[in-house]
């Protein structure tokens, strides 16, 4: 009976002892099963991370790129900017100044008989005459003129076909300057800016 006893505590020993084993087959297995689970985790855990810093390093530098040509722009935006105002200035200095040369004027017209033989606004110069308007403008435009005497007597006594004395003893040129006659002579007259002369051809017939 002692024999029989030994016997089974013996087996009874062995199958625990196999029970163990297996248990601890198990488990070794299960922990590495989980240990590669949690690796396989964290792999994946650090490629997501490296996509999102990849990710986001291609967005700052699409983020540059944008912003280098804003930037380009900008900067040539400011000496347009710069180069606009100068126009600008340029242009007001050239008003400035066309207003500072502009010359000035008076106004002549020239009345034969029943007709006008001209009229029209005449520059003047500093000591311009009477007789110094109606000459720069005769000339311009080949007006043929009579005179008699010199400088401040000068005297006229025909403009193209109208000459004194021709229709009537009375006859000839007479000059207005702002609708009044002066009583001094045409070479004598001193003009001023706006003026308005008229030259008229008197007759008696």
Request: glycine fraction near 8%; hydrophobic fraction near 25%.
């Amino acid at each position: 009976m002692n024999k029989q006893v030994k016997k089974y505590t013996t087996l009874y020993v062995t199958i625990i002892f196999i029970g163990i084993g297996m248990l601890g087959f198990f488990h070794s297995d299960s922990s590495q099963s989980y240990s590669s689970d949690v690796a396989h985790k964290s792999i994946l855990t650090m490629e997501k991370s490296a996509e999102k810093k990849e990710t986001s390093q291609q967005k700052e530098e699409t983020s540059d790129k944008v912003s280098q040509p804003q930037k380009q722009q900008s900067s040539n935006q400011q000496p347009q900017s710069q180069q606009s105002q100068q126009s600008q200035k340029e242009e007001t200095t050239s008003d400035v100044s066309s207003l500072i040369e502009k010359k000035e004027e008076v106004t002549l017209t020239i009345l034969g008989i029943n007709k006008t033989i001209g009229q029209e606004n005449v520059e003047i110069e500093d000591g311009d005459s009477v007789f110094s308007v109606l000459k720069r403008y005769t000339t311009k435009h080949q007006i043929s003129m009579k005179t008699s005497g010199y400088g401040s007597m000068i005297y006229v006594r025909g403009i193209g076909d109208l000459v004194e004395h021709e229709h009537g003893a009375g006859s000839g040129w007479v000059y207005k300057v702002n609708g009044a006659s002066p009583n001094i002579s045409a070479g004598n007259y001193e003009v001023s800016q706006g003026d308005v002369i008229v030259w008229e051809y008197i007759y008696s017939e």
